[in-house]
């Protein structure tokens, strides 16, 4: 017998390499076929099974064990036959059971906890319980549902009250029709099956609100009895804060079960419907694992972990007030693993010890069995005892301590239950891994040598280097209990050999591990994040260096750690070794990307994110809720930012006034808010789109909301912008902005109008549709009251304002006075004026305006040395009722006279009286030219004008000069001389200057009020001087025996006068002079030159010290005499023609004069224009009868002849008006431009004022005009 024995454990240990050792605590251990094994359990039961009539049902246990296993059961603690249950039946070679509840079987009859064993010669393992419910098929019972009558705005719940269940039903609401009623944040579900309304409408009205509810398991749906609900309009809407339907009160206390789900739930009723919002408490920023559902009804909490322990608080608000419930949740746990007991195989006389620990909430108790047999009820032996961590030990086990040992935990919440077995048994070691493995790592990191051993005893196991040195004497070496080597920085030098030798108290044994080093594989270059628009092309790059010995290298690309050769769409990617191109992205291609390096001994992925970005994708599911009047709260689904948050939402609307497809913006609102109030106008028909936009663009626009009507109603607001204004003196005309359609709020509108003159009591009033509506008859330019109120068929609209207009004006009357004038300096003066008759002014005064001209230098006060290029003048408008101004812009040392008009809407007023003031001196404005002239080397002459605006009585000039080298200032070191010269001088020699050095020379006037402007002039600009008085020299035009030389002479330049010299060219000739010109003339013609020949002719400037300067020289060249063509007006028929029409001509003048001379009778204002023109005109045409002359002594003559004189003394006539009557002569006065802005002068009598010198204020100057 010992023979055979230890053969067939002999045969038994060959097998035994197939067996995986402590390679996952997890898996059971597959002993040798053969070899006695403990049960173990493959198949358990469940732990609760809902059983329906006609149902069958299976209670699993399955295990396996050597020798045969033994099951049996029990049911609620106690021994059961399951052969001897009718129904209930056991399957063959397993303990699983088969219950059948039709046939007459009650389901009831199996209710109750069972529990399965499994049991051999080496031990008996327990399953877990298994709760078995049993149900009869769920019904409602019969009832009869009352109707519900509410009035509108009421709130209403619909109840379900579903059969209970222990599996939970899913419940709809739906109508006869089998159609869901649709849910929003007014009508919701909740949990418990119940409908809640927050407030009902008219259209809630329905006869047939029915509760469907769905047992999954018994797979059946029952319905409720159909449920009315009434609902009757109310006169009256009154608004109502929130109040909590579900929950009540305004706290409450849940307990959450680690890894289930909680659902937290808020119903709220109130008018208009509250909003819903959750706050977790003691936290800024609510955790993302929250999930809001129900229209923000219900917080859902999936799959609840620790951390969602705390206080939660829903928020339920209105405009009209706000309520808050809280909720404390406490996070408890059934039963769960910390360590489990695990299966092993010891040898004889070896320590063992069970660890079994488990976490809940409560704290679980853990007990433990063995062979199902409660640790308290075993008999006591020294060999086994407890820990205080609860682990169990077993002290020098021997192989009749073989056995099955159960561990559980339990809690009010759960149990769980664990099987694991110690089996003693002796058996040699035995190395598992296979011998020569070969071990590939690379430089620094860490590699296992693995070692696996199988013996009872357990081996022990030692590891060698190459050269037979004990690897742990390497601090980088370690060993695991399982036999594995671990080295740790590994080095190019460990490269080699390790032997592992495995041994116990019957044999040893050892095998050899290769161990191959490499330089580890580098991404030198690795892909970076890109964020990019859709439509673009990205590439991403990687560069990998490798260790060069390795034979077989691969670089992949992946994208979400796939492969991208296996994703297809070859278009679309492009990619080597080092780079990655994708082109035409879309939002799909967005991921992570990766390289991949790959060798047999590393790998090397480095990745980096692709985010495709855009405009948010469409808003879409848009819903419509009423709030209260004509208000009302549209919801959409958000859109997909497409990685780039929604900055806002734009919310459009159609509405029936404004045309179809006419979308006009109604309100913007932030992106992390997914609805809008909407405030709309009675009678309209409303259409809702919305749009999402980011920082890269707006999406497309929702699809249309469906439509929503409005009920008409009084109107809203009155008609803008009233205005009461005259286009006459006795009318005024009330306008205003009418409503758009929009704002009727019914089908028509109409206009009350009213009116009356300011502290009036009785209004006029009148009705129109359309404005404006003019009022006549009304006294010139007076205040009235206006009020324009909308009105239609609901009503009026709210009491209108009261705007003020006046009745039309008319030109004003009233002139400014009480002018006063302020000299502030040389240029500006200071102006100020009355307007005593304000009530003249026959409406708004618009403004002022100030007439300004210049008489002359403030030293000429008589009129008769003005010149009239020396008047300046201009026009001031002062635009509104102001009384003060200052006028700028005048010329200093002068005389002005001023007058004043005021402004209305209707025009200008008459002009004020004429006031003149002076202008003090100011300084003068710079020398009008400067220029010089050499006289020799050393010597200079200096000429000019004087300035064009003395601005005063010129003192002196001021001649100061230096050299170009030095300082620009003139102050400063560098001034060579400065000289005074009287102001009637005009020129001046400067002698001793230095040869062929540069100067500068300024040139300034004086008066009192100091020097002016200085004219600069250089002296390299000398030489050019005459030069410069030329522009475009050319010929012009060049005949037989002439040529003409033209140019142009700049502003501002002097006179310079020349010699034309000509040479003929032809014969040889000297130069020749042929006149002189200067250049003011503009042009020069040479005589006496001889046809056909060539000359050269120049300008010649002689100056002072007798040097010539050419100025300008060219060829010319005469045409040659040309055979005479015939003239036509030398003909006798083309004189003849030119006579007959000067005879025709004077014929037609004379008959104009007889019939001028006709009937001798004029009117006032042809005698008038006569006189005017008998003075006016030079009496030197003796043509017609007789005239007066002028040189008379005004001396009055009669007509000797019947036919009057056209240049005769009008008063013969019979008239007696005159110019004098007027006030004697007219002083005209222009502005700088010629225009009129004079009066009569004021003076009596014939010598009243002389004339200025300037022709053009003469009356002796003012032309006739034959009529």
């Known amino acids: 017998m010992p023979g055979k024995t230890a053969s067939m454990l002999s045969c038994l240990l060959m097998l035994w390499t197939l067996v995986l050792l402590l390679c996952d605590p997890a898996v059971s251990i597959q002993l040798p076929e053969g070899l006695q094994q403990p049960p173990e359990f493959t198949e358990q039961p469940e732990p609760e099974i809902v059983v329906f009539p006609t149902d069958e049902v299976t209670l699993k246990c399955e295990a396996t064990g050597k020798p045969e296993l033994m099951f049996r059961w029990t ?13 209930m039946m056991k399957r063959n070679g397993s303990g699983t059971l088969v219950i059948t509840t039709n046939n007459g079987n009650v389901a009831t009859r ?63 609401w739906l109508n006869s029709m089998i159609q869901h009623f649709s849910q929003n944040e007014r009508v919701t579900m909740g949990q418990d099956g119940n409908l809640y309304f927050a407030n009902v409408e008219i259209r809630d009205s329905h006869p047939d609100y029915i509760c469907n509810v ?66 977790q408490m003691n936290r800024l920023t609510p955790s993302d694992r929250l999930v809001f559902e129900n229209f923000n009804r219900t917080l859902h909490i999936p799959n609840v972990v620790v951390e969602d322990d705390g206080e939660y608080q829903c928020i339920a608000h209105n405009k009209h007030g706000t309520v808050r419930h809280n909720y404390y949740v406490t996070v408890e746990a059934a039963p769960y693993w910390i360590q489990k007991p695990v299966s092993q195989i010891y040898g004889p006389g070896e320590n063992v010890r069970l660890d079994c620990k488990a976490y809940g909430k409560p704290k679980p108790k853990m007990t433990w069995r063995v062979n199902g047999v409660l640790w308290d009820e075993l008999e006591a032996d020294p060999k086994r005892t407890r820990n205080h961590q609860g682990s169990l030990i077993l002290s020098k086990v021997q192989p009749n301590d073989t056995a099955v040992f159960q561990c559980e935990a339990h809690n009010k919440h759960g149990s769980l239950l664990a099987n694991a077995y110690i089996h003693v048994v002796r058996l040699p070691a035995q190395i598992l891994t296979p011998n020569g493995k070969e071990y590939g790592v690379v430089v620094n990191q860490t590699v296992i040598l693995d070692c696996k051993t199988f013996g009872a005893p357990g081996p022990t196991v030692k590891w060698f280097t190459e050269d037979m040195y004990p690897a742990l004497e390497d601090s980088r070496m370690s060993e695991y209990t399982n036999g594995s080597l671990q080295i740790e920085q590994v080095q190019l030098e460990d490269a080699g050999n390790f032997t592992c030798v495995a041994e116990n108290d019957q044999n040893n044994i050892s095998i050899i591990a290769i161990l191959l080093v490499k330089e580890p594989t580098r991404v030198e270059v690795m892909p970076l994040y890109i964020e990019a628009k859709t439509g673009y092309s990205v590439t991403f790059h990687c560069i990998v260096q490798f260790d060069k010995t390795i034979p077989k290298l691969s670089t992949k690309w992946r994208r979400d750690g796939r492969n991208i050769e296996n994703l297809g769409n070859s278009d679309k990617y492009f990619m080597n070794y080092t780079s990655l191109t994708i082109n035409s992205l879309d939002y799909s291609d967005q991921g992570t990307y990766s390289c991949l390096a790959e060798t047999r001994f590393d790998s090397v992925e480095k990745s980096a994110r692709l985010l495709v970005v855009g405009k948010p994708g469409p808003v879409s599911d848009l819903e419509l809720s009423v709030q209260q009047d004509w208000e009302v709260k549209l919801t959409w689904t958000p859109a997909d930012d497409h990685n780039s948050p929604i900055e806002k939402y734009v919310v459009f609307f159609e509405e029936s006034f404004s045309g179809p497809n006419t979308w006009i913006q109604a309100t913007t609102v932030p992106g992390n808010q997914p609805w809008a109030m909407l405030s709309l106008s009675p009678y309209g028909n409303y259409r809702f789109k919305v749009l999402a936009k980011n920082k890269h663009g707006e999406s497309d626009r929702s699809p249309p909301s469906r439509h929503y009507e409005t009920d008409p109603a009084a109107p809203g607001r009155n008609p803008s912008d009233v205005k009461g204004e005259g286009s006459d003196p006795n009318n005024m005309i009330i306008t205003w902005t009418p409503l758009p359609r929009i704002d009727w709020n019914a089908p028509h509108l109409h206009y009350h109008v009213q009116w009356r003159l300011k502290d009036h009591d009785s209004w006029n009033e009148t009705e129109v549709e359309v404005p404006p509506v003019v009022v006549r008859g009304t006294p010139v330019f007076s205040p009235y009251e206006i009020k324009v109120q909308a009105r239609n068929e609901y009503g009026k609209g709210p009491e209108p304002s009261i705007f003020s207009g006046y009745s039309g004006e008319k030109i004003p009357e009233a002139v400014p006075d009480g002018i006063g004038i302020e000299v502030i300096n040389s240029t500006t003066i200071k102006l100020s004026w009355l307007l005593s008759d304000k009530e003249r002014v026959w409406g708004h005064i618009k403004g002022f305006k100030v007439y300004y001209l210049r008489k002359g230098d403030a030293d000429r006060r008589s009129r008769r040395h003005t010149r009239s290029h020396n008047h300046h003048g201009g026009e001031l408008l002062i635009e509104g009722e102001v009384y003060k101004v200052r006028l700028g812009g005048l010329r200093p040392w002068s005389m002005y006279d001023l007058q004043m008009t005021v402004l209305n809407g209707k025009g200008e007023g008459p002009r004020s009286e004429i006031f003149s003031f002076v202008t003090p001196e100011g300084v003068p404005s710079a020398p009008e030219s400067f220029h010089l002239d050499y006289l020799s080397d050393t010597a200079l002459m200096l000429e000019w004008k004087p300035p064009r ?68 002039l250089e002296e390299h600009a000398m030489r050019e001087s005459v030069n410069l008085s030329f522009v475009n020299i050319s010929l012009s035009e060049t005949g037989e025996n002439f ?40 042009s020069y013609s040479i005589p006496d030159l001889q046809p056909g020949k060539r000359y050269l002719v120049r300008l010649v400037k002689v100056h002072r010290t007798g040097d010539n300067q050419t100025i300008w020289e060219t060829d010319v060249e005469t045409e040659n005499v040309a055979t005479p063509s015939p003239n036509f007006a030398k003909e006798g028929w083309f004189i003849g023609f030119i006579s007959a029409i000067v005879l025709l001509i004077l014929v037609l003048v004379l008959l104009c004069f007889i019939k001028r001379s006709k009937g001798g009778k004029y009117s006032v204002k042809d005698k008038e224009d006569t006189q005017v023109d008998s003075e006016a005109r030079p009496m030197k045409d003796e043509t017609f009868g007789e005239y007066r002359s002028l040189e008379s002594d005004n001396e009055e003559k009669p007509f000797t002849s019947s036919q009057p004189s056209l240049n005769g003394d009008i008063k013969a006539l019979g008239s007696d008006d005159s110019l004098a009557d007027y006030g004697g002569s007219v002083d005209v006065q222009f502005n700088e431009d010629g225009s009129f802005i004079g009066q009569y002068s004021g003076h009596k009598g014939k010598d009243g004022g002389g004339n200025d010198s300037s022709g053009a204020t003469s009356p002796t100057n003012v032309a006739t005009v034959l009529e």
């Not at 049911?75 to 129904?87: M, R, V, Y």
């Open 1043 to 1082: 040529t003409t030389i033209i140019w142009s002479q700049p502003p501002n330049q002097r006179d310079v006068e020349f010699a034309v010299h000509v040479m003929s060219k032809t014969d040889k000739e000297p130069w020749r002079i042929v006149g002189k010109a200067s250049s003011s003339q503009g």
């Open 75 to 87: 049911k609620d603690g106690l021994l059961f036959d399951p052969d001897s249950e009718p129904g």
């Open 214 to 279: 769905h047992f999954q398991g018994p797979r059946i749906i029952i319905q409720k009895e159909p449920i009315e609900l009434k609902v009757y309009p109310t006169n009256s809407l009154v608004a109502r804060r929130p109040r909590l339907m579900l929950p009540k009160g305004t706290t409450s206390s849940y307990v959450a079960l680690l890894g289930k789900d909680l659902v937290l739930e808020c119903i709220v009723e109130g008018f208009p419907t509250p909003s819903v919002e959750w706050v």
């Open 949 to 1016: 605006f003395p601005n005063g009585i010129l003192r002196r000039y001021v001649l100061t000069y230096q050299q170009v080298n030095q300082t620009v200032n003139v102050t400063e070191v560098g001034l060579i001389g400065s000289i005074s010269i009287p102001p009637d001088q005009f020129r001046v020699n400067l002698s001793d200057l230095i040869h062929q050095v540069p100067y500068k020379f300024y040139l300034s006037a004086e008066t009192t009020e100091g020097q002016g402007e200085s004219f600069v």
């Open 110 to 172: 199996f209710q109750g906890v069972y529990r399965c064993y499994a049991s051999n010669g080496l031990g008996t393992a327990m399953s877990t319980e298994s709760r078995i419910v049993a149900e009869s098929a769920p019904q409602w019972p019969k009832e009869k549902v009352a109707p519900i009558v509410v009035e509108e705005e009421a709130s209403v719940i619909l109840p379900c009250n579903p059969p209970t269940s222990a599996a939970s039903p899913k419940i709809y």
